[in-house]
């Protein structure tokens, strides 16, 4: 058999066809292994810089106390103990560790070791504990925190010339003298998660955040899941098909695909111009989002109840009950655990938007923890957002700790929502 | 107080509740009393109906007192008025709590209206963002003329420290703040685009089941990251890195480049161009493939003769949805873009973007009726109207899509 006389030409042909497939092929999973890489390094590039955060060094320093130096009055109360300045004792007790310090810009370094503000407040909280203790005069040892170049220096010791340099050699032995005797230890830093917002980096946390965003949240949840679930009832089991319908159907689409910043400014001025709530509070932060979230909320409710199986809606008809009892006893708890899952997956969206959030007025610093749902308030990635514009490298590692503290709480909560799907699956 | 309202509310609620059922039961039930002809409803739904009355008119009340008598601050009015209106609730109840009585479908009806209401919120919330836009932005058109806001050149909003400062009514052109967004929204799409449509093609057509099963998980991460954490990575990571790449090549340019923003915002809108046209194609009829690998296509031209041709409209919506996303996109552009207006359409200067500007003017401390609070909203309304636009079109496009394989 002779070969046909286009054989070359035809294998040549198919030779190009596989080449173009095998081509094709290595776009798709490059794009894949591409999205992947860069989720990677995002993630890992949060973890080394923000892994640091989660231990601190403190320095146990015996500091002497005495009632007479400190107070005037003979039994001082709560509101003495917390306007009284502690510095001039910390740095005594500085003074009083390494006493062959004389110069006074050797003491300024020597100061430099520590945080005051942070120390003070450590002493702040030892007096307001024990304050009918202490008698005349006595010595306690405190762990108090280092500054935050001290922190610094002792994390990326190894690495770095940068953050060397900002210790003088004296401080670098002071340092050393006190790793020997085992006075300066590092610890879990249980500040970052309960602290309050700071100007310093050593001390400040995102507990303040952390409960703004809690607060907003629950109020999200309370008012948008009643409203979505009966929304997404309506419109599944009664809607009739008219114009109203139709524009709702539509409605709902368009509003999921509304820029979030767009519900700031219908927050702003609704909650705010014409309510009058105040600024920055979690009340008015929980209202936008709950907004914000209703058309997600309804869509997800609706596919949930779809997803029901008609037989029991259908038995409990034959039988005589109301469109209605058919529907409440049996649909929508057949559908719960469906219905749930949505409106977790939507909350864990929700924890992690900040655009709206801005323009309520969550910009301004927060230092206390709110105490109510109207105190002005900070929310996590609005904390995120107000740390990441200080390029100083104590501070990117907060950021990063903070990005890493919100995304495993979004996760806690995609991992309960996938629990409770997975439990329904089993049934 | 309110706690107490509140508690003495639901307390009375329960107690009409608890009245009207024992009766219903009692009265249909209970022989003797007559238990030979079945009620109409069941004795829950004259309870419903007796505490939803009670409830009703307590609340109705309760707004009228704080409305007119909020001056006399007292708590006992307002608590014996409840108790009263129980009690005449309850008396109603004795009367109307009867076998031929249609408690239920007054029950069933009020449900019904309340579901109806709450679908009606959703149309509330568009009509609430279009009137409060248009709102603000009435009011700065009036002091600044709309001619000149759209067709103007130069916008510097400039923030007052004194009275007298010279520019201190800005120039508020929109023009170069349009072009910066969509400069950016352009670039990020070039990225977003072709990336995520692979990464669809790949799973819809390519991968199995168990591939699959790795590769969704891994782009729903990417999708759920926050905006904010982009938006860190955008400032600390790629802007930088792009910066010094570029400065190894000799040029010299910022750290808040167009492409630097752009390449974040790209990677934040694969996953929802990859989703939504993964959903699309698998949509499209496997009778179609089968066809065409029948007549002998490979995979890849299956895809590209077959499957794109009838996918197409679908991922045209998809594109259109994520460039409503980047333009409506906030947190990346206002930590990584510029804050200063620049008209320009090189990709390696900084620019500034609609959101950028809204949260700028919004986030000072500033007297809420400056034109530069108002032109916040003005800008709003610009996004506003662009990304219903394309949302839209979008919708539409899918609507007329699933029709045509669906029917």
């Given amino acids: 058999m002779t070969e046909p006389k286009d054989s070359h030409k035809a294998r040549a042909i198919l030779r190009s066809r596989k080449r173009g497939e095998w081509m094709f092929r290595l776009m798709g999973l490059g794009s894949v292994i591409l999205a992947s890489t860069i989720l990677g390094w995002l993630l890992l590039s949060l973890i080394s810089s923000g892994h640091n955060v989660f231990y601190q060094h403190s320095l146990d320093l015996k500091i002497t106390l005495d009632r007479q130096s400190l107070f005037s009055q003979e039994v001082p109360s709560q509101q003495d103990i917390r306007a009284a300045d502690y510095r001039a004792v910390i740095k005594t007790a500085l003074e009083a560790r390494f006493p062959r310090v004389q110069e006074t810009d050797t003491k300024k370094e020597l100061y430099a070791l520590v945080s005051l503000p942070g120390a003070s407040n450590a002493v702040r909280q030892y007096l307001s504990e024990n304050m009918q203790t202490l008698s005349e005069s006595r010595s306690i040892i405190l762990p108090i925190p280092v500054s935050g170049p001290v922190d610094q220096y002792l994390k990326h010791d190894e690495g770095g010339v940068r953050v060397r340099q900002t210790m003088s050699a004296q401080q670098r032995i002071w340092i050393n003298a006190l790793i020997e005797k085992g006075d300066l230890k590092a610890h879990f830093n249980m500040r970052f998660f309960f602290a309050p917002d700071s100007p310093n980096a050593e001390l400040a946390g995102i507990g303040s955040a952390f409960l703004g965003s809690l607060m907003a949240i629950l109020i999200a949840y309370l008012v948008a899941a009643p409203i979505g679930l009966g929304a997404a009832i309506y419109l599944e089991e009664f809607a009739p098909k008219n114009r109203f319908t139709d524009i709702v159907e539509i409605n709902i689409n368009n509003l999921a695909a509304v820029p979030p910043i767009l519900f700031g400014l219908l927050g702003l001025f609704l909650f705010l111009e014409l309510g009058g709530l105040p600024r920055a509070a979690p009340l008015v932060a929980g209202l936008v989002l709950a907004l914000m979230a209703l058309p997600t ?84 990635p609005i904390q995120i957002f107000l740390w990441a514009e200080n390029a100083d490298h104590a501070w990117v590692e907060r950021t990063a700790a903070a990005i890493l503290v919100l995304l495993v709480m979004m996760t806690l909560l995609n991992l309960i929502a996938f629990i409770i799907r997975s439990r329904l699956e089993r049934k | 107080m309110p706690m107490l309202l509140g508690g003495v509310y639901l307390f009375l609620i329960v107690m009409a509740f608890v009245f009207a059922r024992t009766l219903a039961i009692m009265r249909f039930y209970v022989p003797g009393l007559g238990a030979e002809t079945r009620p109409h409803s069941v004795p829950n739904f004259h309870a419903y109906f007796a505490a939803w009355t009670a409830g009703f008119f307590m609340l109705l009340m309760l707004a009228l007192y704080r409305l007119f008598f909020a001056a006399v601050g007292s708590v006992t009015i307002p608590l014996i008025l409840m108790a009263l209106i129980t009690a005449l609730t309850c008396l109603m109840s004795f009367k109307l709590t009867q076998r031929e009585f249609k408690a239920r479908d007054y029950v069933e009806g009020f449900v019904q209206f309340a579901l109806f209401l709450c679908s009606g919120v959703v149309i509330l919330i568009t009509f609430g963002i279009i009137l409060s836009l248009l709102f603000e932005s009435l009011r700065f058109f009036e002091k600044i003329p709309l001619t000149d806001f759209l067709t103007g050149l130069e916008w510097s909003p400039q923030i007052p420290i004194r009275e007298d400062q010279i520019g201190e009514a800005g120039s508020f052109g929109v023009v170069p703040v349009l072009l910066g967004t969509g400069l950016i929204t352009v670039f990020a799409m070039l990225i977003a685009v072709p990336i995520g449509l692979f990464i669809a093609i790949y799973l819809s057509e390519y991968a199995g089941r168990r591939r699959r099963r790795v590769i969704k998980p891994v782009i729903e991460i990417l999708a759920g990251i926050p905006s904010v954490v982009y938006g860190f990575f955008a400032l600390l990571t790629i802007g930088p890195m792009v910066q010094t790449g570029m400065a190894a090549l000799g040029f010299d340019i910022t750290a808040q480049s167009v492409v630097a923003v752009s390449i974040v915002m790209g990677v934040m809108i694969i996953p929802y161009i990859s989703s939504l046209s993964d959903d699309v194609m698998s949509g499209v009829p496997q009778i179609l493939r089968d066809g065409s690998y029948a007549l002998g296509a490979t995979p890849s031209e299956t895809v590209k003769k077959i499957i794109l041709p009838a996918a197409f ?41 609609v959101t950028v500007q809204i949260v700028t003017l919004l986030t000072g401390d500033q007297e809420l009726d400056s034109a530069k609070t108002l032109a916040a909203y003005a800008l709003g309304l610009i996004l506003f109207i662009l990304t219903l636009l394309l949302n839209i079109i979008a919708i539409s496009i899918v609507r007329g899509y699933n029709a045509k394989f669906h029917r």
């Fill in chain 1, 297 to 380: 909320l309804i869509i997800t409710t609706r596919a949930a109840l779809r997803q029901v199986s008609q037989h029991r809606v259908d038995s409990a008809l034959s039988l005589g009950a109301s469109h209605m009892q058919a529907l409440f006893h049996h649909k929508i708890p057949e559908a719960g655990p469906g219905i749930l899952t949505g409106t977790i997956l939507s909350m864990a969206q929700m924890l992690g938007e900040a655009a709206p959030l801005l323009l309520i007025g969550m910009v301004a610093y927060v230092s206390a923890p709110p105490s109510s749902l109207t105190d002005a308030a900070s929310a996590l």
């Fill in chain 2, 313 to 353: 409209p679908g991922l045209m919506a998809a594109s259109l949805l994520g460039v409503s996303r980047a333009l409506g996109e906030t947190m990346i552009v206002a930590l990584a873009a510029s804050k200063a207006a620049n008209l320009t359409f090189n990709p390696f200067e900084a620019v500034t973007t």
